[in-house]
């Protein structure tokens, strides 16, 4: 009687331990699964309208994300992923429309010891402003605000709005061509367009000026001061110009690794587009626009033709029934988010430059050949991916739907921001590999007691 009864108990200590066995089997393949279903982690959500994120320079511990239309500034805490109730800043007084409001946020090279921060917004003029951090690390001083530059808005679009330091310490700033249609509307320089007018207009260029130095002492609304080695100081142009010709650049980026600029400029109606200026340029390059939309002549309004010296893109990509200069281009959209060239951890990642299409909330990633910008012609790219049908972009919670931007952390790790409010994270290689090994540990476990 009790050797049955022990039996019996052996018996079904063993089949519990067999389920357990089968149960904890299952859990593993389904994390193997996971990992090879998805890598974009929901790091934030419910946010309104982001459409940046940033880090201070050598903070591992945060990011900042602005959000376009309530104006405030919100830090991520990265240890636990944890919005902070407290925004940063927060800015009043913005311009709303869809492409309006605030756009740009850059921390300056010696953040650490000034606590100087920039940003960009719409009021609706553009505004350039300088802030610092109080003695909360989290917190800014609104009382700090200082005006750095401005310039007037025709219309509601077109406002560009990305501003970055570059490998030089020099601070960047990106302004659309003012909106409205071929850059030929009211406020838009007649027979020309505001993208290829160099006097007195910033409208479709990028600027490059030192935010540490005032060469307009007795102007309160201008404070900083003119790089000598600009390429129009000293020739017809407006100093602060870096390039010229974007139509309305959404998102640029600096390779941290070589210092090269990557800028993704919004087409029309035909052509999106992806230029890239190399480290080693003096700067001055015209991207074409008015009379250019990505390497083809501008098809609409009667202004296309040549812009001799105009340097195409990298790769232009149409929309739906458009041809652009590489009729092969197997990407298609209406309204490019440029990306950053990936320098994480992946390092089947390194290299690869990231960008997306905001209507279809496709992300691509390609590899620019290095070759001399003079012979661009939408075709100086290899190894293009489309992330749209990649498992390492389906995120784990929620859906990409509308990207508003990519971001970079201090460590390089990439994310993608969705203007509809989430964040999402292409985590470090090894996130989920720890979980599986967590589970192999509790399978070798179970055994062990079975065999007790």
């Keep these: 009687m009790h050797e049955t009864q022990g039996a019996r108990c052996v018996t079904a200590s063993y089949v519990?331990?067999?389920?357990?066995?089968?149960?904890?089997?299952?859990?593993?393949?389904?994390?193997?699964?996971?990992?090879?279903?998805?890598?974009?982690?929901?790091?934030?959500?419910?946010?309104?309208?982001?459409?940046?994120?940033?880090a201070p320079p050598g903070d591992a511990e945060r990011v900042f994300i602005l959000e376009q239309h309530t104006g405030r500034i919100r830090i991520l805490r990265l240890s636990d992923r944890a919005l902070l109730p407290t925004p940063f800043l927060t800015l009043a007084g913005l311009a709303t429309a869809n492409e309006q409001g605030l756009l740009g946020l850059a921390f300056d090279p010696d953040y650490a010891t000034n606590g100087f921060f920039y940003v960009y917004l719409t009021d609706p003029d553009t505004r350039l402003l300088r802030f610092q951090v109080s003695s909360d690390p989290d917190v800014a001083d609104p009382s700090s605000e200082t005006p750095v530059l401005s310039a007037l808005q025709p219309q509601l679009n077109h406002n560009g709005g990305w501003i970055?330091?570059?490998?030089?310490?020099?601070?960047?700033v990106a302004l659309g061509d003012g909106g409205g249609a071929d850059d030929n509307d009211v406020g838009h320089t007649a027979g020309t367009g505001n993208a290829q007018d160099l006097t007195d207009n910033w409208l479709g260029k990028i600027l490059r000026i030192d935010p540490r130095g005032d060469d307009f002492p007795a102007d309160a609304e201008r404070n900083y001061a003119i790089p000598p080695d600009n390429p129009f100081v000293g020739a017809v142009g407006?100093?602060?110009i870096w390039v010229y010709g974007l139509r309305n650049p959404w998102r640029a980026s600096f390779d941290r690794a070589t210092g090269d600029l990557y800028?993704?400029?919004?087409?029309?109606?035909?052509c999106e587009e992806i230029d890239v200026q190399p480290a080693s340029s003096p700067g001055g390059e015209d991207y074409g626009w008015r009379l250019r939309e990505g390497g083809i002549a501008t098809p609409t309004g009667g202004v296309g033709g040549s812009a001799p010296g105009a340097i195409d893109p990298i790769l232009d990509y149409p929309h739906a029934d458009a041809t652009c200069s590489d009729p092969g281009t197997p990407v298609a959209g209406i309204a490019v988010t440029g990306g950053y060239v990936y320098r994480g951890p992946i390092q089947e990642l390194v290299g690869r430059y990231f960008f997306a299409d905001y209507a279809t909330a496709r992300v691509y990633s390609l590899v620019w050949d290095g070759s001399d910008p003079a012979g661009f012609d939408g075709t100086h790219y290899?190894?293009?991916?489309?992330?749209?049908?990649?498992?390492?972009?389906?995120?784990?919670?929620?859906?990409?739907?509308?990207?508003?931007?990519?971001?970079?952390?201090?460590?390089?790790?990439?994310?993608?921001?969705?203007?509809?409010?989430?964040?999402?994270?292409?985590?470090?290689?090894?996130?989920?590999?720890?979980?599986?090994?967590?589970?192999?540990?509790?399978?070798?476990?179970?055994?062990?007691?079975?065999?007790?």
Excluded: K
């Excluded at 800028?263 to 035909?270: A, L, S, W």
């Excluded at 931007?405 to 203007?419: A, I, K, P, R, T």
């Design 382 to 452: 290899g190894d293009l991916i489309d992330h749209g049908s990649d498992p390492r972009f389906t995120p784990d919670v929620g859906v990409v739907d509308l990207v508003s931007s990519f971001g970079e952390d201090d460590q390089g790790n990439l994310y993608v921001v969705d203007l509809r409010g989430d964040v999402f994270l292409l985590p470090e290689p090894g996130t989920t590999s720890l979980r599986v090994g967590a589970l192999a540990a509790l399978l070798a476990l179970n055994e062990r007691r079975r065999r007790r």
């Design 16 to 54: 519990g331990a067999r389920r357990s066995l089968v149960a904890l089997a299952a859990l593993t393949l389904a994390f193997a699964n996971a990992a090879a279903g998805f890598a974009l982690v929901r790091v934030a959500s419910g946010l309104s309208r982001p459409v940046y994120l940033t």
């Design 238 to 240: 407006d100093d602060e």
């Design 263 to 270: 800028i993704g400029d919004v087409g029309q109606n035909h």
């Design 164 to 172: 970055a330091f570059g490998p030089d310490d020099m601070l960047y």
